[in-house]
């Protein structure tokens, strides 16, 4: 299944993440310490280091950015790799470069360029100088943590001719093998990017020819849909294993010992198989909204209901993500994370109750209480239609004052949404068009095959009810591409602000 890859647009925020105190396997090296240390609040050093996969790479760009967002003052970020350069560079350049700046976190990756024969360096001297640059940063500071990376594979792009990547290694993977073993026999934590980039190579050779297209360098939106994933999924699992929290305001959704119906049945954790490219959460009994706040106050804002069939919530990619992206464009951005698996009704009333209780803390929260909408990716798209629809009555017994504020959301947008349709040709039953339905924007694609049936059917109830709503239908983009996609539907976040314009929520 191919990778969907991610175009920056000229509003983008790179991705921020949101970390979720969840079990981590106790075996698995992670770079802990320095999150500990942000968390008690102590100066910290990130430097990357290594070639101009690291040099030029968005995904470092990212990583800064992350950073700065979570810990704000806390992180001096330093990228100070260089392009063409290798191990022996690495060691040579690694006091003035790296240890002058008495770093706690250093990523290492130079086996690319190591793999090519120009520069005559053997597998076992790849390693010895790996070894020798890590010995001497743990020789400088014990508890520096250390993260290798292995990275892309190359091709020989005719756009390159001069430059013949593949030719120049034909060894690549065997020099990658060299940090997976030595990562394994020193438990140091390894990001292994090479297998998720080689199999879009294997799946799909014209997406990965387009996505690296002068041989090795991964362009800007391909390194943050496939490469800087992977960083930030570890990150966060370092994060939740040190008992770090995140920056800003979390807010429970419901008062202690008063949501109605029921929870998960077994403790909050990551969704199973974990991925590189996504953070998935599952088992959700606590729901929380987790508030991103837009520079000026009494701003307009957006409920966040991410995607993942009710069986778990995307956190980064359809929720942080998206949060950043409202952020960049003057919205507060509050992210909810609703009951999953399996909770339908309880989803439901979550929502209801986050939208009361946003108009019960807006002036806390320094946003417009009449200009707080929804905006939901696939189950979550589903939920916030729902909520459009059903806001006349709480689905809940009233707990407090902040039901007494409406649940009614002034706006939605519904990107891929899912479950719209009964399955038989018609509107699904929990939904009703002839309700007091807020301006709706829906966002689809054609070759969304499974789900774009809905979304066609509530586009034509809307229309026959006359409810204020537009359909951004794209010939291409798939599901679950959140703010990544590279095919038509990648147009989508642009038309997104103009309709919110022309509604005049901004």
Not at 129 to 150: G, S
Not at 345 to 359: E, F, K, N, P
Not at 455 to 474: G, I, M, V, W
Request: aromatic share 8%.
């Amino acid at each position: 299944m191919p990778i969907h890859l991610l175009k920056r647009s000229r509003n983008w925020l790179l991705p921020l993440l949101l970390s979720a105190a969840v079990p981590i396997a106790a075996e698995e090296p992670l770079p802990v310490t320095v999150f500990k240390k942000l968390h008690e609040g102590k100066k910290q050093t990130v430097v990357v280091y290594g070639t101009s996969l690291t040099i030029n790479g968005a995904w470092a760009k990212a990583l800064g950015d992350y950073f700065a967002k979570e810990f704000p003052g806390q992180v001096t970020y330093l990228n100070r790799a260089q392009a063409g350069m290798h191990s022996k560079w690495g060691v040579a350049n690694l006091k003035q470069r790296v240890q002058d700046h008495r770093p706690d976190l250093v990523f290492i990756e130079f086996s690319a360029n190591d793999a090519a024969t120009k520069h005559g360096i053997s597998r076992e001297q790849s390693e010895a100088n790996l070894d020798q640059m890590v010995k001497a940063l743990r020789q400088q500071n014990p508890q520096v943590d250390i993260v290798l990376q292995t990275m892309n594979p190359a091709w020989d792009s005719p756009s390159n001719p001069a430059k013949k990547y593949a030719t120049d290694r034909p060894e690549l993977e065997s020099y990658y093998d060299v940090y997976r073993s030595y990562a394994r026999a020193n438990q140091l934590p390894l990001v292994d990017h090479y297998p998720a980039w080689r199999k879009l190579q294997q799946d799909s050779p014209e997406e990965f020819q387009k996505a690296v297209s002068d041989g090795i360098h991964p362009n800007s939106g391909p390194s943050l849909s496939v490469t800087w994933p992977a960083v930030h999924v570890l990150m966060e699992k370092a994060r939740a294993a040190s008992g770090a929290k995140k920056a800003g305001i979390t807010a429970n959704v419901w008062p202690d010992g008063k949501m109605p119906g029921h929870g998960a049945k077994d403790p909050e954790a990551r969704h199973s198989p974990e991925r590189t490219d996504a953070l998935r959460i599952t088992n959700v009994s606590q729901p929380t909204l987790d508030i991103f706040p837009a520079p000026a106050k009494d701003s307009p804002a957006m409920i966040v209901c991410p995607g993942g069939g009710y069986s778990y919530a995307v956190m980064d990619k359809e929720g942080t993500e998206i949060a950043a992206w409202l952020n960049a464009n003057g919205f507060t951005a509050l992210l909810l994370k609703y009951r999953v698996p399996n909770n339908r009704d309880g989803a439901l009333q979550d929502l209801q109750r986050a939208l009361s209780l946003a108009r019960s803390r807006a002036a806390e929260w320094h946003i417009d209480p009449q200009r707080l909408g929804v905006i939901g990716f696939s189950a979550g798209g589903h939920l916030s239609a729902r909520a459009s629809n059903r806001f006349d009555e709480l689905t809940y017994p009233a707990i407090d004052d902040v039901d007494q504020q409406s649940c009614r959301p002034d706006f939605a947008v519904l990107v891929y949404p899912a479950y719209l349709d009964d399955g038989k040709g018609g509107l699904s039953p929990n939904l009703n068009p002839k309700a007091d339905i807020p301006p709706t924007l829906i966002v689809h694609s054609d070759d969304d095959a499974k789900f774009v049936v809905g979304s066609k059917l509530y586009d034509a109830a809307l229309t026959e009810a006359k409810r204020p709503h537009k359909l951004l239908l794209y010939p291409t983009g798939g599901h679950g591409y959140g703010l990544r996609s590279d095919r038509e539907a990648k147009a989508w976040p642009d038309a997104a602000l103009q309709w919110l314009g022309e509604i005049r929520v901004k």
